[in-house]
């Protein structure tokens, strides 16, 4: 009897690849590949092709639902290119293991262990039992709020804005897939701010972004008990309470700081300076809509929004940044700190040191490198440093609101950008689960000894 022959190959190779590194291939091939189709002369307007930063720019972008862009998005690409964009966003959002997991459930009606491990990682799920049910929830969920934001703004713009009703349902569903996905790419020259005093478009976009940013467990742990909130587990709660505490702040800072600048709040009614001041806060959360000139904002405010950039929204799901739940555990380490405490608690839970070590992890390492991108980019550029520094959060946090400079600031400046919107997208994935699933055993302990503190 002949000893089976090990399997070889590329699919060898991927299959003992840790599931961190999958998703962070995955991430990359889908990057270059939407370089190279926006690199083709018929994703551009006009002759020849887009230029290789250009291209690679916005496919990064949008492929990490940034929506940072060097190029006006509605009159530099055809059709296809946006098209092209569109699908990028897509993937980027929902996940690329998810829809490869998705394809594989289609096609073989199976996936294989290191599969499942994979997307679960990816999705954050807490297991691999029941990832079929996960992943098909995961794009119901999806097309279910896409396409309901989709008929409003389709409506919207072809019975009150009178375009045409084909154009109509595409505006419709580009920016319905944009927010959802928290991207904050935009089919108009000035993104939105053609649209400030308008309510049935600013709002839906709105409630896509809020959705998409509370994070896959969260959108199906409320939906499956939301006569019963008591059975919501500690990471929804969590989320849920730091999503209106940051809401509320957000509102309340841009409108306190905003309401008496003549070029933004200012030069409008009372009424669309509240709804500015809400969105406006709600795209901070890392979907980069905005409907004022950014660049016109008084510095507080952006120091405001920066903070705000770099906390993000929630764990799981299409936004970036630090997370709700990393700043959450960290404001929970400090109050058990200050009042003695010998333990972490959240929400009647007690939080293991592990997870404490993670936050704190991920958080030193977000400020390092916005820290170390910031002083770079300051470097090469003439660029004053808090419209370099929100930037560079906007990059890292996937949000994509911008004060103007990206297209002006240089190629090396822009590829900076690039590393950090890419980071931004799969590094706090990558790395949080890896600490996670990957601990270190020690064969023997070093002696204690306390540093004094402070």
Not at 29 to 58: H, R
Not at 98 to 119: D, E, H
Not at 181 to 206: H, Q, R
Not at 402 to 409: E, F, K, N
């Amino acid at each position: 009897m002949h000893a089976t022959r090990p399997q070889r190959g590329l699919t060898h190779f991927w299959q003992r690849q840790h599931p961190a590194r999958r998703i962070f291939t995955g991430f990359v091939v889908l990057n270059l590949t939407g370089w190279a189709l926006l690199m083709l002369p018929m994703s551009k307007q006009g002759p020849g092709g887009a230029s290789w930063i250009e291209a690679l720019f916005t496919a990064v972008s949008a492929a990490c639902v940034t929506g940072l862009t060097v190029v006006d998005t509605a009159l530099y690409w055809t059709p296809f290119g946006q098209v092209v964009i569109l699908l990028l966003i897509q993937l980027g959002g929902l996940g690329v293991m998810v829809f490869a997991s998705l394809i594989g459930i289609a096609v073989v009606k199976r996936l294989s262990l290191g599969s499942r491990l994979t997307t679960a990682q990816e999705a954050h799920a807490t297991g691999i039992g029941g990832l079929r049910k996960l992943i098909v929830s995961i794009l119901r969920i999806a097309l279910v709020v896409e396409g309901t934001v989709a008929v409003i703004l389709w409506l919207r713009f072809w019975l009150g804005r009178g375009e045409d009703p084909l154009h109509a349902l595409w505006l419709g569903v580009f920016h319905a897939v944009s927010s959802y996905n928290n991207a904050g790419f935009a089919l108009f020259s000035d993104n939105l701010m053609g649209f400030v005093d308008d309510p049935w478009i600013l709002l839906p976009l709105a409630g896509a972004t809020i959705v998409g940013g509370l994070g896959f467990p969260v959108i199906m742990q409320v939906l499956k008990h939301a006569p019963n909130p008591r059975r919501f587990s500690m990471h929804t709660w969590l989320v849920l309470v730091g999503t209106v505490a940051l809401l509320t702040l957000g509102t309340v800072a841009i409108a306190v700081l905003e309401w008496a600048n003549p070029a933004s709040l200012g030069a409008h009614p009372t009424g669309v300076r509240i709804l500015e001041a809400f969105f406006h806060s709600v795209q901070t959360r890392t979907s980069g809509f905005n409907a004022l000139d950014i660049g016109t904002f008084h510095p507080e405010t952006l120091l405001v929004m920066d903070v705000l950039m770099f906390i993000g929204a929630g764990p799981a799901g299409t936004a970036g940044g630090i997370k709700i739940t990393t700043f959450g555990v960290l404001a929970a380490i400090i109050i058990a700190e200050v009042r003695g405490d010998p333990t972490v608690t959240l929400f009647g839970k007690r939080l293991s040191r592990a997870v404490h070590r993670e936050a704190i992890t991920i958080a030193l390492l977000s400020v390092g490198l916005c820290f170390v991108a910031t002083l770079a980019i300051m470097h090469l550029t003439d660029v004053d440093h808090d419209r370099v520094l929100f930037e560079v959060i906007s990059a890292f946090g996937t949000v994509g609101l911008s004060t103007g400079i990206t297209a002006s600031i240089g190629t090396p400046s822009q590829l900076i950008l690039i590393v950090l919107m890419f980071i931004g997208r799969v590094g706090p994935i990558t790395v949080a689960t890896t600490l996670a699933l990957r601990p270190r055993r020690l064969a023997f302990e070093l002696p204690k000894e306390r540093p004094i503190i402070g």
